[in-house]
T-cell receptor, first 118, second 116 residues
Framework: EAGVAQSPRYKIIEKRQSVAFWCNPI?????LYWYQQILGQGPKLLIQ????????DSQLPKDRFSAERLKGVDSTLKIQPAKLEDSAVYLC????????????????FGPGTRLTVL | AQSVAQPEDQVNVAEGNPLTVKCTYS??????LFWYVQYPNRGLQFLLK????DNLVKGSYGFEAEFNKSQTSFHLKKPSALVSDSALYFC??????????????WGLGTSLAVNP
C-alpha cells in the first residue's frame, strides 16, 4: 500500500513570496490533515478535511494560509505571503475517517515539506 | 486546559537495556491515546494506540505502552532498546469534546538516544 505522498520535500523562499505544497493521501482515506511542525515542538493542526469539506480550520491563519481538497483526494496548502515565522515542516496526514475524521483513527503521515523563509 | 506532557526532553539508554518514555495528560473523560515516532527527516510513524480494553497495548517494533487512568499516564516502554530506536517520540491524546469533535493534542516530543 502506497503511503502519503508530499511534494516538494524542501523549499526555500524569501519572505513575502508565495509557496504551495501538495499532498496525495492513501487511497480511500476520507480524512486529510495538514499540520505545521516548528522545530522543537509537536505538530499543530492547521486544517482537517473530510472528503472535500472542511471539518476544522480553527488554527489556520486565514489571512495568509489557504487549503483546498478538490474532488476529495489530493490537497494543496498555500501560503501567501510567507513570513519568517512560517519556517517549519508541513506535514500531511490521512486517515480512513468514516465519520468526520473518527477520533480513534490512526493518522498516517507523509514525509513532510521543510519550508525555510529567508 | 486540556494538555499532554512529556516531562523529559531527552532520554538516554544503553543498547539492550529497557527504555521508558513518559507521557501524562490532563483530559477529562475517556481519551484515546497514541504514540508516534519521528526519525530524522521523515514524517511521523504510528507506533500504538489505546482506545479501550486491556491497559497494556502492544505496538510496532516491540514497543508497548501502559494506560494508567488513575495516574493519567501512558508511558511507552520497550524491554530491550536498539540503537535504531533512536528517534523523536510523540505522545498524542484526544480531547474530551463530544463524539467526533474530539481533537488530537500533541506533546512536545522526547528525544530518545540509545547508545551502543
Amino acid at each position: 500500500e502506497a503511503g502519503v505522498a508530499q511534494s516538494p520535500r524542501y523549499k526555500i523562499i524569501e519572505k513575502r513570496q508565495s509557496v504551495a505544497f501538495w499532498c496525495n493521501p492513501i487511497s480511500g482515506h476520507a480524512t486529510l490533515y495538514w499540520y505545521q511542525q516548528i522545530l522543537g515542538q509537536g505538530p499543530k493542526l492547521l486544517i482537517q478535511f473530510q472528503n472535500n469539506g472542511v471539518v476544522d480550520d480553527s488554527q489556520l491563519p486565514k489571512d495568509r494560509f489557504s487549503a483546498e481538497r478538490l474532488k476529495g483526494v489530493d490537497s494543496t496548502l498555500k501560503i501567501q505571503p510567507a513570513k519568517l515565522e512560517d519556517s517549519a515542516v508541513y506535514l500531511c496526514a490521512s486517515s480512513p475517517g468514516a465519520l468526520a475524521g473518527g477520533p480513534a483513527d490512526t493518522q498516517y503521515f507523509g514525509p513532510g515539506t521543510r519550508l525555510t523563509v529567508l | 486546559a486540556q494538555s499532554v506532557a512529556q516531562p523529559e526532553d531527552q532520554v538516554n539508554v544503553a543498547e539492550g537495556n529497557p527504555l521508558t518514555v513518559k507521557c501524562t495528560y490532563s483530559v477529562s473523560g475517556n481519551p484515546y491515546l497514541f504514540w508516534y515516532v519521528q526519525y530524522p527527516n521523515r514524517g511521523l510513524q504510528f507506533l500504538l494506540k489505546y482506545i479501550t480494553g486491556d491497559n497494556l497495548v502492544k505496538g510496532s517494533y516491540g514497543f508497548e505502552a501502559e494506560f494508567n487512568k488513575s495516574q493519567t499516564s501512558f508511558h511507552l516502554k520497550k524491554p530491550s532498546a536498539l540503537v535504531s530506536d533512536s528517534a523523536l517520540y510523540f505522545c498524542a491524546v484526544t480531547t474530551s469534546n463530544a463524539g467526533n469533535n474530539r481533537k488530537l493534542i500533541w506533546g512536545l516530543g522526547t528525544s530518545l538516544a540509545v547508545n551502543p
